[in-house]
């Protein structure tokens, strides 16, 4: 006996019957509209596959909606395809290629077109906004000075212990805080500020009649405020204490120290040779035998140094701002010899106009920026604008001989002088 398929009932509405013709006048949906018929579930790649859920309106209803949702998708990418090839097609000339029986045999892939890597450019508002911001803010592309190695020229020099002269100076200015005093004229009442200046005044005379090192000049003053600092002294005193103190450091920097009797004449036999003794002895004593110090000029060599390639005058422009800053009291007890040292450079650089008065390799050797140097600087200078008519022209006469470059008489630094 032949076995029938049974088929679901149809639920009322608007099914179709398979095999009935449709009735005229009778309104149905076009089969070619989404090629798929109500019931079918479509997978690309496989033919239809029947679905035996019931046809309810619930069914019809979500079945109708997806496929509504399906065209519009392809529409819209069916528009962004369109201008997408607008965009990429160009009129292109006829050029006539000669192809090889191989390339003929190629298959050719005519479903995608071949699209080449797209160049990312960025749109012209940004461009300009980003401009903007980078004016705005001051950035700029000025590549970054480097810090210039001035001790390799002196690899081969022993006496420049280039391989560790950077510790050397480090430790150094760790160091000169213990070698610095305070105010000390408030525990000498019979001494002042004036007095001091003098003595050291009379001792730059003494100091070039000797043709003493600069080392000789500032390890005599650091010798002089220390021990003032530790013993009061007497007016009739001080002067002794400066020819002793001087003694005292010709002997640990000269190779020739002059002797006493030399410093007898030149005092005009105020002071005998055993009281100059004395007063060395003492001075000693109450030091701890202590002159292994760092004095401006222990910082002076190396900071002229790290200016890169100076010429005399700038030397003998930094030495004579930072002699005029060694006879002035306030100045010697306020600033550190370190910063006494780089003011002396920066403020040197200045009067001469140099093409950066503080660059980054003396920055870095310093370790001083040129905020941290411009008061000290403006001192050195007003000093500068003041020695011509200063009583105590010790300085000022040995930087105006040839022999020194005459810079005592070159002008000032302009940039000091509107504020001094």
């Known amino acids: 006996m032949d076995t029938r398929a049974v088929l679901p009932p149809q639920p009322r509405g608007d099914g179709k019957v398979h095999g009935e013709a449709p009735r005229r006048n009778q309104r149905v949906a076009l089969r070619d509209r989404t090629n798929v018929e109500a019931g079918q579930v479509e997978i690309k790649g496989k033919p239809p596959v029947q679905n035996n859920r019931p046809m309810t309106r619930r069914f019809h209803a979500e079945l109708l909606a997806n496929n509504a949702q399906k065209n519009n998708v392809n529409q819209v990418l069916g528009v962004v395809d369109k201008a997408a090839q607008n965009r990429k097609c160009a009129p292109t000339k006829n050029v006539t290629e000669k192809v090889t029986d191989e390339e003929k045999e190629k298959p050719v892939n005519r479903s995608k077109p071949v699209q080449g890597p797209r160049k990312e450019v960025k749109a012209f508002t940004s461009t300009l906004t980003a401009r903007s911001k980078a004016m705005a803010c001051g950035v700029t592309n000025k590549p970054k000075e480097q810090i210039v190695d001035f001790d390799a020229a002196d690899v081969n020099d022993e006496l420049a212990v280039v391989e560790y002269v950077d510790e050397?100076?480090?430790?150094?200015?760790?160091?000169?805080?213990?070698?610095?005093?305070?105010?000390?004229?408030?525990?000498?009442?019979?001494?002042?500020?004036?007095?001091?200046?003098?003595?050291?005044?009379?001792?730059?005379?003494?100091?070039?009649?000797?043709?003493?090192?600069?080392?000789?000049?500032?390890?005599?003053?650091?010798?002089?405020?220390?021990?003032?600092?530790?013993?009061?002294?007497?007016?009739?005193?001080?002067?002794?204490?400066?020819?002793?103190?001087?003694?005292?450091?010709?002997?640990?920097?000269?190779?020739?120290?002059?002797?006493?009797?030399?410093?007898?004449?030149?005092?005009?036999?105020?002071?005998?040779?055993?009281?100059?003794?004395?007063?060395?002895?003492?001075?000693?004593?109450?030091?701890?035998?202590?002159?292994?110090?760092?004095?401006?000029?222990?910082?002076?060599?190396?900071?002229?140094?790290?200016?890169?390639?100076?010429?005399?005058?700038?030397?003998?422009?930094?030495?004579?701002?930072?002699?005029?800053?060694?006879?002035?009291?306030?100045?010697?007890?306020?600033?550190?010899?370190?910063?006494?040292?780089?003011?002396?450079?920066?403020?040197?650089?200045?009067?001469?106009?140099?093409?950066?008065?503080?660059?980054e390799t003396l920055k870095h050797h310093t370790g001083y920026s040129e905020e941290q140097l411009r008061e000290c600087a403006k001192v050195l200078v007003g000093f500068h604008l003041k020695a011509a008519e200063s009583d105590?022209?010790?300085?000022?006469?040995?930087?105006?001989?040839?022999?020194?470059?005459?810079?005592?008489?070159?002008?000032?630094?302009?940039?000091?002088?509107s504020s001094s």
């Open 392 to 417: 105590l022209k010790a300085v000022y006469r040995k930087y105006s001989k040839p022999e020194y470059g005459a810079v005592a008489g070159l002008t000032p630094a302009r940039s000091f002088q």
């Open 168 to 359: 050397l100076y480090k430790f150094y200015k760790l160091d000169e805080d213990g070698s610095r005093v305070g105010d000390y004229l408030d525990k000498q009442p019979d001494l002042n500020s004036k007095m001091r200046s003098i003595l050291v005044d009379w001792l730059i005379d003494v100091h070039r009649k000797f043709e003493l090192t600069p080392e000789t000049f500032y390890l005599t003053v650091n010798i002089i405020d220390r021990f003032l600092s530790r013993r009061m002294v007497t007016r009739r005193e001080l002067q002794l204490v400066g020819i002793s103190s001087m003694v005292i450091a010709s002997k640990y920097e000269e190779v020739w120290a002059p002797q006493v009797e030399d410093f007898v004449c030149l005092s005009d036999y105020t002071y005998t040779g055993s009281q100059i003794r004395a007063m060395e002895k003492a001075i000693l004593e109450k030091l701890g035998w202590y002159l292994t110090v760092p004095t401006p000029y222990v910082f002076l060599a190396r900071y002229i140094k790290a200016s890169i390639s100076p010429d005399d005058e700038m030397r003998h422009m930094v030495f004579f701002l930072a002699e005029l800053g060694a006879l002035d009291y306030r100045t010697t007890i306020r600033y550190s010899p370190s910063m006494i040292a780089a003011a002396a450079v920066y403020a040197a650089r200045c009067t001469l106009n140099k093409k950066s008065f503080w660059t």
